[in-house]
């Protein structure tokens, strides 16, 4: 089972629309989450942290479910440059403050 | 602007010819880099971690021999791929966490990464 687990998509979407992903993890000791956005051919670059509390920056929302071993990302109102791959980040892997990403989650909005 | 630069942006080798790949942090000094790899369609998978001053630890299945990974300073890491064949091509991103760790051990501090270098061996 790998540790940090993603349904690769793709979502297809209209503008405007509301979108959620889902993320779970194996290690019962990540401490910290984050969510990464890459584009096509591109690094990743930070989209938001995920704390335990929730997050809401804008449009986006992360939120962290430590009994179920799940983070969320609920994008409202999609924008067609919000078409991406998002990727899930658990900072742990086996017992180290390791960065373990997620396969991605391709979104694709559409006009 | 970016923090962390990789460099070369894009490479193109012949195979059995070894490629290096430079990773720096720009404006903070960083102990520990990754290194990742990424095939198409793929997450990105980890191949090692860079320790300044010390050897990396690798991941299982990634040949320490074949990607060298030289940490000299605190803002300067470089990948080798040596003897390079055409299963080699991929697209390798490096990374830093500036902060290092936090109280407790914690991991802190944001996750940077470089531009990505893709390599193509003929």
């Known amino acids: 089972r790998k540790e940090v687990e993603q349904d690769p998509g793709p979502f297809n979407v209209p503008e405007g629309a509301t979108v959620a992903f889902n993320c779970t993890y194996s290690?019962?000791?990540?401490?910290?989450f984050f969510w990464y956005r890459q584009d096509c051919r591109k690094e990743p670059k930070l989209l938001m942290s995920?704390?335990?509390s929730g997050n809401e920056d804008g449009r986006f929302t992360a939120q962290l479910n430590r009994a179920s071993q799940y983070i969320s990302l609920l994008i409202r109102d999609s924008k067609l440059s919000d078409s991406a791959t998002y990727l899930c980040v658990s900072d742990q892997s086996g017992g180290s403050y390791i960065p373990t990403f997620g396969r991605g989650t391709s979104l694709i909005v559409h006009p | 602007g970016a923090v962390v630069s990789q460099h070369p942006s894009w490479v193109i080798c012949k195979s059995g010819t070894s490629v290096k790949i430079e990773c720096r942090s720009l404006d903070f000094q960083a102990t520990t880099m990754f290194w990742y790899r990424q095939f198409p369609k793929q997450s990105l998978m980890l191949m090692a971690t860079s320790n300044e001053g010390s050897k990396a630890t690798y991941e299982q299945g990634v040949e320490k021999d074949k990607f060298l990974i030289n940490h000299a300073s605190l803002t300067l890491s470089t990948l080798t791929v040596t003897s390079a064949h055409p299963e080699d091509s991929s697209f390798y991103i490096c990374s830093a966490r500036r902060g290092g760790l936090g109280l407790g051990g914690r991991a802190a501090g944001e996750l940077f990464f470089g531009e990505g270098s893709r390599l193509t061996v003929l």
């Open positions: 995920v704390y335990s």
């Open positions: 290690n019962s000791a990540s401490q910290s």
